[in-house]
């Protein structure tokens, strides 16, 4: 019994290190669909404030403003590309404001 109780704590601190590795990466989730090349990831929006700046910072995970990311296993949440997506649906919802 003592080694079961001892293999669950060692499963939760392992588990909990694991998820603060994402974490730091800004990456909420991350499954491997094909492996090393196609992911599915989520990770929370750029700060629309910090999204014209050289160093784009990401929303707190808890605000629920999550992107949910098909693509390369290898994106960054703070990368160009996604820089740009953002940039451009911020464009749209500050068109479609205007167009109510």
């Known amino acids: 019994m ?5 293999m669950v704590s060692v499963l939760v601190i392992v588990g909990s290190l ?10 909420v989730s991350k499954q491997e669909l094909t492996p090393g090349s196609y992911c599915h990831m989520e990770f929370p929006a ?3 404030r ?22 390369p296993c290898d994106n960054s949440p703070t990368g160009s590309d996604q820089l740009a997506a953002q940039k451009l649906e911020e464009q749209h919802r500050f068109v479609n404001s205007f167009e109510s």
């Open 2 to 6: 003592k080694r079961i109780g001892s």
């Open 18 to 27: 694991g998820g603060t590795a994402l974490a730091s990466n800004g990456i």
């Open 46 to 48: 750029v700060r629309q």
């Open 50 to 71: 910090t999204l014209a700046g050289d160093n784009p910072v990401l929303k707190d995970s808890t605000t629920g403003d999550v992107i949910d990311f098909y693509g």
